[in-house]
């Protein structure tokens, strides 16, 4: 696997790909590809020239991995331009997987086309506003008998995770992380700031402290509304509350219990069951029946 991810990391710094694509390629080839992989043992059976949805895929560096186990059509979602644009030029290049964009978490695919779904650390990311939707639109592509696997770090199941998870969402919304960067509420200033360029600081600062959970288009014209003189909620983060992305909408870090998960499935006819024990990884398999729920 060190051959085609160096292939791509070289095609990548070649072709002007971006830092983070360039950060990744390095990561996968230094061997990231194998704890990556791991998650894929948890389908039972083999993938046989199959299609898979990597959901949530970032720039779909486990497409190697995948075409090399077997799997004959490798589909890359994710909400990222970035993400989509380079690995479409280089990983798509490489290896012949689709990348493919979802809004809302609709996904421009066929009904009951895909054998397998994985989603690796990816319902802690979405809205809850949109799971539903999700999990609508994950029963609808796959085909009946299909397979699905969710992975997910964030178990509520476990005391000291909640009380981690908490601090966690506060350093999102208004502390210091290397990860991030910057903050969300850095974030949703310099949004505002742009949009409105006469707005004082003071002013500025208002805003952005007082519109947790708002992002796009509503962030700006709740904004625009109370600017122009109109009604203003104020909604300061508070401890406990999930950060939300301002540009894309997505949550940090959101914790789960693996039996709300597979109930949550359920109503859209998959048949879930929690495949590894207890501990801060949760692992979820579920099937499609012969119908499900639209």
Known sequence: M????????ELGREGGAGSKFIRMSEHYVAGAW?????KLSFFSRP???GTMLDYGSKFGHLAPVLKSLGV?????VDVDDEYLRDGERFIGAATGARFVKSDDCYLELESDSVDFVLMKEVIS???PALLFTCFQEVARVMKPGG???ISDGNN???REMRDELMESWCEWEHGSSKELGSNYQAMRARMIGKAFRDLPPDRLDYFARN???LHGERLIETVRRAIEGGPFIERPHRKGQLPVHPGYGTVMERGFRARDVIGRLAEHGLQGEAVAAPGPAFIVRATKGSTHTE
Do not use: A, P
């Open 156 to 158: 509520l199941d476990l």
């Open 72 to 76: 004959g059509q490798v589909i890359n």
């Open 47 to 49: 993938f046989n020239g």
């Open 125 to 127: 990311h979405i809205n």
């Open 147 to 149: 397979e699905l696997v």
């Open 211 to 213: 519109t947790s959970g």
């Open 34 to 38: 194998q704890g990556s992989s791991e």
């Open 2 to 9: 060190k051959e085609i991810y160096t292939e791509i990391l």
